[in-house]
């Protein structure tokens, strides 16, 4: 089937023939590309399809590489208290959620930020015990990295003071070394072993509403990290393939998986590439260390507003060379958390050890280096998975954290891009909004939205092209699918976004915020159109 798309103003992201107006889609791929006139007296005849854009702005579909669908899925299962503001509210959006559940049901939800509550800071273990008093409660923090949790979900775990509690992880206790419902990093897995698996069908459902959502933002690649929560390797991927490429959502995935699932991956003989276009393998997800709100990111120099606090190491360095020895015998790229700067070179120290393999390693978030740290990252088997729009949600107070010698070198995407390290975008949802035309906004205002200072260290900002290539054609470096997706190329995979106003005409980035998505095209079909 041969489709036109015409009357646009269509940003190739390449530098021939850098605006067009038109593009002739055959069988998934871009075949030819120039003004209406040329498409339409060429190929009108040979044509199934003829698409007017309305004159609407389009680019290269966009890509998020670095998200959490399975996370993002759980707000239509459990409680979502993202975005509340009050303790009180949160209280009561406990108690309304557990007068649903039967006796004796987890309550589950996540999306929970102190640093917005204006009547308090955490709800203690009595507060949520009377919010939830006949239900084991676990709510995570919107970062992953804290939980808190009742007397009911202690009981679950038997918590007594000599509990072992895993290597990173930690209970919080009061003066009187009594719990106070904070759970902080590893230590959840304690309670995630006792909560009951969502069955399969209930994650299908749930995956299929999110995946719309993501088609809904203009976004029509993914890279996703979701076996831990998915039920392990294969159900993630049998939930995947049968969305996919059965039902044929519209949407693309590359599926990094966890470290703890790589000897599953071997057995199964799954690899980095495996699968099509639509549905791939991608590199081995490892954390190393934690992050800046709860001060386990881990830092050379000590936290500015905690002395003495340097912030954790997820792994010792034998355990994450012993990963990354396993990853390259199976041909396989790592993609790894690393927030703080002593964290990412504690990753670099390891990867230099190895050769590199023949897809490029990631290092993900980055959010504080150092010129050292830079050189090493400027090689073309290593990409920056960044994530924009972390700086509007983080800013001011992360400068407490790091103190105002680091923050030259914090959130330093300008001097990334510069020394010529390759840098993909994506939004970490569901731990910031999925739309990723705010973290291109947070990439360009280096602000968040309604500010109106001139932007957190402003030498860092980017231009409207640099912040779009994030999300286009540097996100397909990320995946070694460069050939195939992040510019309108021919023969390139015919994915687009189309806008309600062209991002490149706009005076003030700040409308961006107010942009809609138009139209969500994938190999050339239609998976959204605002209605």
């Known amino acids: 089937m041969i489709k036109i798309y015409t009357n646009g103003v269509i940003h190739t992201f390449q530098t021939s ?3 067009i107006q038109a593009v002739v889609i055959k069988d998934g791929h871009f075949i030819d590309m120039g003004s209406n006139e040329q498409m339409l007296s060429f190929w009108s005849a040979k044509s199934d399809a003829v698409i007017d854009l309305g004159g609407k702005a389009a680019t290269p579909g966009l890509t ?34 557990a007068d649903t559940l039967d006796k004796g049901e987890w309550l589950l939800g996540a999306g929970w930020d102190e640093n917005l509550f204006t009547d308090g800071g955490l709800p203690t273990k009595e507060e949520l015990d009377a919010a939830a008093p006949h239900h084991p409660l676990f709510l995570t923090r919107i970062c992953e990295h804290a939980a808190v949790v009742n007397s009911k979900a202690l009981e679950e775990i038997n918590y007594s003071s000599t509990l072992a509690v895993p290597e990173s992880g930690e209970i919080v206790t009061d003066a009187n070394g009594e719990p106070t419902g904070l759970i902080l990093e590893s230590a959840a897995v304690l309670f995630k072993a006792k909560i009951p698996d969502k069955s399969y069908q209930t994650w299908k459902k ?3 509403k999110t995946i719309s959502t993501v088609s809904g933002y203009g976004v ?11 039920g392990g390797l294969q159900q993630t991927y049998q ?3 049968e969305l996919l490429n059965e039902e044929k959502m519209g949407l693309r995935a590359n599926l990094l998986i966890d470290y703890p699932f790589l000897e599953d991956l071997h057995t199964a003989g799954m690899y980095t590439g495996y699968g099509n276009n639509m549905l791939q393998i991608g590199a ?13 990111a881990l830092l050379k120099e000590a936290y500015s507003d905690q002395p003495g606090q340097f912030g954790e190491a997820m792994l010792s360095q034998d355990t994450l060379y012993t990963i990354v020895k396993r990853a390259r015998e199976m041909g396989m790229p790592v993609a790894v958390h690393t927030i703080g700067d002593q964290a990412l070179e504690n990753v670099l120290d390891t990867l230099d050890q190895f050769p590199a393999s023949a897809y490029r390693d990631r290092l993900i978030h980055a959010q504080v280096i150092n010129p050292d740290l830079v050189k090493r990252l400027a090689t073309p088997d290593r990409i920056v998975d960044i994530q924009p729009r972390f700086l509007a949600s983080d800013y001011p107070w992360v400068t407490e954290r790091l103190g105002e010698a680091r923050m030259p070198y914090a959130y330093a995407w300008k001097t990334l891009l510069d020394n010529g390290i390759i840098c993909g975008g994506g939004s970490d949802a569901p731990v910031e909004p999925l739309n990723p035309l705010l973290g291109i906004h947070a990439a360009v205002t280096r602000k968040a939205p309604g500010e109106t200072h001139s932007g957190w260290y402003p030498e860092q900002k980017l231009s409207m092209h640099e912040a779009f290539y994030l999300f286009t054609k540097y996100a397909a470096y990320t995946t070694n699918e460069e050939k195939l997706k992040g510019t309108i190329s021919r023969g390139k995979l015919a994915d687009m976004t189309v806008y309600s106003a062209d991002p490149f005409q706009m005076k003030n980035a700040d409308e961006l915020v107010d942009t809609n998505i138009e139209m969500t095209i994938v190999d050339g079909n239609i998976v959204y159109r605002k209605g």
């Open 64 to 97: 998020d590489t670095h998200l959490h669908l399975s996370m993002q899925a759980m707000k239509f299962i459990d409680l979502d208290v993202t975005g509340v503001t009050k303790k009180e509210v949160f209280l009561n959006k406990i108690k309304q959620r």
């Open 239 to 241: 939930l995947y393939q």
């Open 17 to 19: 023939q850098p605006v």
């Open 284 to 296: 081995v997800k490892i954390f190393a260390d934690g992050a800046f709100g709860r001060r386990t």
């Open 220 to 230: 029509t690649s993914v890279h996703s990290n979701d076996p831990a929560y998915l």
């Open 206 to 208: 749930a995956l299929r």
